[in-house]
């Protein structure tokens, strides 16, 4: 059985970085919470009493306030480490 031809070159290994952790600001994971707890409240609040003051003159916009807040919420958990 014939011999297989040695290497002459060296396998490519990359250079080894400094491994950094990342760490998320303290303020960003209780507004993360926030966020969540505030658009599902505002959403709770305006089909339980869609004519409380403030809400009722908003009408269908509060949907959007509060899938707004949600979404919101969601964004920042994506920066969250």
Not at 9 to 28: E, F, G, I
Request: hydrophobic fraction near 50%; charge should be positive; proline fraction near 9%.
């Amino acid at each position: 059985m014939p011999k297989s031809k040695l290497r002459k070159k060296a396998v490519y290994t990359p250079p080894q970085k400094a491994q950094t952790l990342k760490v998320s600001p303290r303020w960003l994971a209780p507004l993360m919470v926030v966020s969540w707890i505030l658009g599902i409240a505002w959403i709770a609040v305006y089909y339980i009493a869609p004519t409380a003051p403030g809400l009722g003159a908003l009408g269908n916009w509060n949907l959007l306030i509060g899938f707004g807040l949600i979404i919101f919420g969601v964004v920042l958990s994506t920066r969250w480490r």
